[in-house]
Structures are given as structure tokens and as C-alpha cells.
């Protein structure tokens, strides 16, 4: 993250955030290294498209807004999350062309086609099929008609799956961040993903933040599959580029995330 131009200039700020401390500060070198290599290729992507406007929607913790929002005339973020919100508009606060909101908060006409850069990172393996078409169709609302959709997901099928199985159990041994958490697969599904094709599924265990009430009802990443997604994404944009990260070259066969790279269809 070092090698990022505005990592240092906020960097007190960024390593305050939940997700920066389990991700990219994690003491597993390896995972950081992924995650680290997630947000270089992000960064990348969004500076070939600086200026503007840049909506980041489902920020987290704030760290990529953070590092891309000098690239930018205004920047925003928007988070279904509003602890998320009010964390990181305190947070950021001195910031001054960047902005928090709630997703209801940017369901308005001033919003609508605002927006050069939209970034989507590591949203839509959660969401169950009806939110993730609301944020798909949130994502081609926003987003100016010449503008640039980013979408972020993991990979979590092929040999990726068996590494990163193996990796969450040795971090879950040493105690790291909430991996002891880690969800493990019925081997028959476990093989099915390994050599899961853009047509494989499997039943995908739904969770809640508040048991009692079944609040937010969301996916952890069991069973998601981003071949699926990809063919989900293009009823609404045209992919202009796949990347992967890290190892890009292994075409997603050694790489923990893929980068969807989209104009929108005007259909």
C-alpha cells in the first residue's frame, strides 16, 4: 500500500478502519498481500479515469475513497451501513471533496448519471439474488452514459478455493481477526465449486446481522461463484475488460479477485 500515492498522506486515518486492520495490516503476509494487491489494481483502474465525480458504492471502511479522492473533483461514498457512515464521515471529515451517504441517501434524480468512475468492491458476493439487482441497477443509474462501472468480487472456485480455504484455516489457528469464523463446506460442495463452471451452484447459507430480529440477511463467500456473476452483470453492461489480482496472468486460476471493467447498455 506504501507505493500508493496518497497511502502515507492518510494513512493515519486509513488503519483506523475495521476492514484495513483485518485485510491489509493482517499479520498473515500472504493475506495482506492479496488484499494489498486488490486495492494497487483498483487504484490503477481509477486513475487511467481520474477527474470528475467518483462514487464508491459499499465503501466499508472508507480505505479505497481515501486513496483515490485526490484523483478527483468529488468524490462519494454510499453504504447500505449506516454505522459505516457516520464512522467514516467523522473519520474523513477533513477531507473536504469527499462525502458519505447512505445508499437511500443517493436514490435521488441530483445522483442519477452524476457520476464518471462508479466502483463496486466486493459487494455483490453478499447480497441475495434481489439486492444484487438493485445494486446493479443502482450501479447503471449513476453512472454517467460515458462513465466507467468497476465491479470487485472475489474468486472463490478452482485451485483458488482450495488455497484460500487452506489459508482462512491457518489463519483461524493463529487467532487472526474473525477467521476462527471461517465457514467450512460439505465436501460435496467443496469439489463442486473447485471445478464449478459459469452454470454451478450451490445452496448458499443465509445469514443475518441480528439473529433475533433476522436483520440484513446476507451471503458470507460460500458457495459464490464469480463466473455466474459475470453473466449476471452483463444483462446491464458491456465488459469491456476482465482483470485478476494478484498473478493476473493465471486468468483467475491463481488469483483471489477478479475486476470487471463496464459501460453501461442502453437497453
Keep these: 500500500m506504501k507505493t500508493l500515492e496518497h497511502y502515507e498522506q ?7 478502519g475495521g476492514y484495513a486492520r483485518k485485510q491489509i495490516l493482517c499479520k498473515s503476509r500472504f493475506i495482506s498481500w492479496s488484499h494489498t494487491s486488490r486495492f494497487e489494481i483498483g487504484y490503477k483502474l481509477v486513475k487511467a479515469r481520474a477527474g470528475g465525480a467518483f462514487l464508491d458504492y459499499g465503501f466499508g471502511d ?14 462519494v461514498g454510499a453504504d447500505p451501513e449506516m454505522q459505516q457512515v457516520a464512522d467514516c464521515a467523522a473519520r474523513f471529515a477533513k ?3 469527499l462525502s458519505f451517504y447512505s445508499v437511500d441517501g443517493i ?18 458476493e453478499h447480497c441475495l439474488p434481489d439486492v444484487a439487482d438493485k445494486v446493479l441497477s443502482d450501479l447503471k443509474r449513476l453512472v454517467n452514459p460515458n462513465g466507467t462501472v468497476l465491479i470487485s468480487v472475489p474468486v472463490e472456485i478452482g485451485p483458488t478455493l482450495v488455497a484460500k480455504q487452506l489459508l482462512r484455516r491457518a489463519a483461524a489457528w493463529r487467532n487472526l481477526g474473525d477467521y476462527k469464523h471461517f465457514e467450512r463446506y460439505p465436501w460435496r460442495d467443496f469439489l463442486k465449486m473447485v471445478v464449478a463452471n459459469d452454470q454451478t451452484s450451490i445452496d448458499r ?6 439473529n433475533s430480529l433476522r436483520s440484513n440477511p446476507h451471503y458470507t463467500h460460500t458457495g459464490f461463484n464469480w463466473r455466474a456473476l459475470k453473466l449476471v452483470v452483463e444483462r446491464r453492461f458491456k465488459i469491456d475488460q ?16 477478479v475486476w470487471f471493467v463496464c459501460k453501461r447498455l442502453e437497453t
Design 205 to 210: 447459507p443465509v445469514h443475518f446481522q441480528d
Design 62 to 75: 472508507g480505505t479505497f475513497l481515501a486513496l483515490v479522492c485526490n484523483l478527483f473533483e468529488r468524490a
Design 107 to 124: 436514490a435521488g434524480e441530483e445522483h442519477t448519471g452524476r457520476y464518471d468512475v462508479v466502483v463496486c468492491m466486493e459487494v455483490l
Design 242 to 257: 476482465v482483470q485478476f489480482s494478484p498473478a493476473g496472468w493465471s486468468r483467475g486460476y491463481a488469483s483471489s479477485q
Design 95 to 97: 477531507i473536504p471533496n
Design 10 to 16: 492518510y494513512r493515519e486515518l486509513i488503519e483506523k
